[in-house]
């Protein structure tokens, strides 16, 4: 039988939906979080229940397709041709414990609910810096957030799953029932299973403090140098980011902004103000603004700028082994060119703290990587593609010297695979898990190279 016959005949029997090529919702269905990025899946499902779930396994099973989970949010960036992609919307289940520290979500849960929800409660999530991602699908690749460095990753501050495998099984999945299989899960995504539900450790945070501070794009170097230098004295305590924005200039934006530059250094603290640290930062440049108090997750969120809605852009990231003056200075020569504007945003996250030390074993890892950068590069309609891709190409060649062996699957970028984030050995042992969990290959493997 046809699969088009075999993939209408299945969405008859879904309380769900399975939209097909052809169906009028399907175009839009079939888009990721990031609308650059192209995918032509067999179907889009969003099973209602564990029944349909198992459902699409036994169609998946029959025909060949394989079913790829793709959570709201970045990631997207793997051939999904022959796949049908499943999202897990109705999977809304949130449930927090203050007293033990542990929140219970489904996997179609947004961090922005989790947020919320932790409010005043002296408890943050490690969370990721936009509210619109979800969970599950950062939690599976790695995630860094604004308090890694105090809690690690957060695939680390996964505790346990609830994982519908190949064959039909649902089951709670921990270190102890099944070690292999979480090893997996914190950091290689949904390749041995279809998570349904995630228990994640919180972050006692009873004060959490925010400093950002706003300066010229001249005072860039000297900013960086100054982060850099505190870096092996700042406790896990504190969190920091530092921002090098250029507007482009370009007729969708206002004028005000339009074409200008700044560097931006944001902290975060768990135990109250850093001011010894920020003092030496503060130092380094001309503060133009300068916003510090008691803050939270919620606040940060909505002034994080991320957007809320689906869009269009592209991104190259690097994890870095070390950040001398030599490679702070070619980077912003490189950033300050004009021909360069494509690239908007230039982000770089201290890490180091308790990622040195992860307390539960994952494939995803940031040991031994001390800064983690991310380079956007916005897609405005009508914009040639050639001039963000030289730039994004011309980033890589600059920090080439100091890039580090591995990075996490979050930031990796369309078409790249697990190889940049674990080696040989740490791949060959996850084509393992995965044949021992799903040996028909009914789950889709993700960005396990092929």
């Not at 396994?57 to 060949?64: F, M």
């Not at 414990?97 to 999530?125: F, H």
């Not at 936009?130 to 690690?152: D, E, I, K, Q």
């Not at 940060?300 to 869009?311: D, F, I, N």
Request: aromatic share 4%.
């Amino acid at each position: 039988m046809a699969l088009r016959s075999v993939l209408d005949s299945a969405r008859d029997a879904l309380r769900g939906t399975l939209l097909l090529p052809g169906d009028d919702s399907f175009d839009s269905a079939r888009r990721p979080w990031n609308l650059a990025i192209e995918q032509r899946p067999a179907g889009v499902a969003e099973p209602a229940d564990l029944r349909d779930l198992r459902a699409l396994l036994g169609v998946a099973r029959n025909t060949g397709v394989t079913l790829a989970v793709q959570p709201t949010g970045h990631g997207a960036g793997g051939d999904l041709a022959g796949a049908v992609i499943v999202r897990m919307s109705a999977f809304d289940e949130l449930s927090v414990d203050l007293g033990s520290g542990v929140v219970r979500v489904g996997s179609g849960v947004r961090w922005g609910a989790v947020v919320e929800a932790l409010e005043g409660t002296g408890w943050v999530a490690p969370a990721g810096t936009s509210p619109v991602v979800a969970v599950a699908g950062y939690t599976l690749g790695g995630g860094h957030s604004w308090f890694s460095r105090t809690a690690g990753l957060g695939s680390e501050n996964l505790r346990a799953a609830w994982v519908l495998r190949g064959d039909g099984t649902h089951e709670r999945i921990d270190d102890e029932s099944d070690p292999e299989v979480m090893w997996a899960l914190r950091g290689a995504g949904g390749i041995v299973g279809i998570v349904t539900a995630l228990e994640i450790d919180l972050v006692p945070a009873p004060t959490v403090w925010g400093t950002q501070l706003t300066f010229d794009a001249s005072d860039a170097g000297a900013v960086m140098r100054a982060v850099r230098d505190i870096s092996a004295d700042a406790p896990a305590s504190v969190n920091v980011f530092v921002n090098s924005m250029r507007m482009p200039d370009a007729p969708q934006l206002p004028e005000e902004i339009r074409g200008r530059g700044y560097v931006t250094v944001q902290a975060l603290s768990t135990v109250g103000p850093a001011d010894d640290l920020i003092g030496a930062v503060r130092r380094a440049g001309t503060v133009r603004r300068e916003e510090s108090g008691a803050t939270s997750p919620k606040t940060v969120a909505a002034a994080s700028g991320e957007p809320l809605e689906p869009t269009a852009g592209k991104g190259v990231s690097a994890a870095l082994s070390s950040l001398d003056d030599a490679t702070i200075d070619d980077l912003f020569r490189f950033r300050d060119l004009p021909e360069q504007w494509s690239i908007m945003g230039i982000e770089i996250r201290m890490l180091g703290g308790v990622l040195e030390h992860p307390r539960r074993a994952g494939f995803a890892s940031l040991r031994g990587v001390d800064w983690l950068l991310h380079a956007l590069v916005p897609v405005f309609p009508g914009d040639r593609s050639e001039p963000g891709e030289a730039s994004m190409s011309g980033f890589r060649d600059v920090l080439a010297p100091a890039i580090a062996p591995h990075t996490i699957p979050t930031f990796l970028g369309p078409g790249e695979t697990l190889e940049r984030c674990g080696d040989p050995g740490a791949i060959d042992r996850l084509r393992t898990v995965r044949a021992a969990a799903d040996p028909d290959s009914v789950i889709h493997e993700g960005r396990l190279p092929r």
